[in-house]
């Protein structure tokens, strides 16, 4: 009996511990296990819509929406919502209504107003891109010289990987109040132009066809649209030709491309024979005879 007697009073210190206020909003107090019922409620908010944006983008969208970006800005909004609606909801079950939250929000719209602007400016272009969609998951974009893909757009910022496996954390006003080149915006389709120069003693319809040949043999060039050789024109020491291929499979590695069809390129050009010209610079001489040939004259 005394066992039970030290058992309850021990459960009652522990319940007047839990209900020991911590702070005051508005005229609700704010206790110990509100904190504790507002953190486990978060936490199972955050994991809730974890999974239903999983479950939109990978289940129940997947074969009702193509465009995978437009999954996964529905996935990230749905989250929002959810995320907006769990706290409203936590906040209401631990007796704190929106109207008690005017003191808390007027303090923090002072605090947007002098120091959170960033933050405040981030997250509503956050929302623009979800919205408007200028770039979406999957986009290959190029701002500010950096380029990528873009991997994940939060609510404060856009998470891009480059081909080197480097990860870009950029600011989601970047993409508004900046150029922003979307390489796949419409599609994945892309020309891409490759400059190549011979010797001024080719033919250049015989490079041409050479060229054109290494172009529709490489398995990354399209065959539609048609690609092309331009002759661009006579430069310093060298016929120049530009490449004009469209491809959707090495749109996000341009270089990739690039350096198959050099290589096979050269390879061509030396079994036709076919000369690529380099820089050359006649350089004139004078002897010590000639100098003072020169002075007599004068």
């Known amino acids: 009996m005394k066992n039970l007697e030290e058992a309850f009073d021990t459960v009652k210190e522990l319940l007047s511990f839990l209900s020991e206020p911590l702070f005051t909003v508005g005229d609700h107090s704010f206790t110990i296990s509100n904190m504790l019922i507002v953190i486990a409620g978060i936490s199972f908010v955050v994991i809730l819509s974890g999974w239903v944006k999983s479950l939109l983008i990978k289940k129940i969208l997947k074969n009702r929406v193509p465009d995978s970006g437009l999954r996964n800005t529905i996935g990230i909004m749905v989250r929002w919502i959810i995320l907006l609606l769990g706290l409203f909801v936590i906040l209401d079950s631990v007796g704190i ?23 405040t400016d981030n997250f509503i272009s956050g929302i623009i891109i979800l919205l408007e969609r200028p770039i979406k998951i999957g986009d290959r974009v190029e701002v500010d010289d950096m380029k990528g893909d873009v991997i994940n757009i939060s609510a404060r910022a856009t998470t891009i990987v480059t081909n080197d496996n480097i990860t870009l954390i950029i600011p989601n006003s970047q993409f508004i109040s900046k150029t922003v080149i979307n390489w796949s915006h419409n599609d994945s389709m892309v020309r891409f132009r490759f400059p190549v120069g011979v010797s001024y003693k080719e033919d250049p319809e015989k490079v041409r066809k050479v060229m054109m040949d290494v172009i529709k043999n490489n398995e990354g060039v399209l065959k539609e649209p048609e690609p092309d050789v331009i002759f661009e024109g006579f430069g310093d020491s060298s016929l120049d030709f530009e490449l004009f291929v469209w491809t959707s499979k090495y749109t996000q590695r341009p270089s990739r491309l ?17 000369e690529i010209p380099f820089p050359q610079r006649d350089v004139h001489i004078k002897t010590e005879t000639e100098k003072s040939i020169v002075l007599n004259k004068n």
């Open 258 to 274: 690039k350096s198959q069809l050099y290589y096979e390129i050269f390879k061509k050009f030396k079994e036709h024979d076919i």
């Open 97 to 119: 209504k929106l109207g008690t939250l005017g003191v808390l929000f007027g303090a923090l719209g002072v605090g947007i107003g002098f120091g959170l602007q960033n933050i």
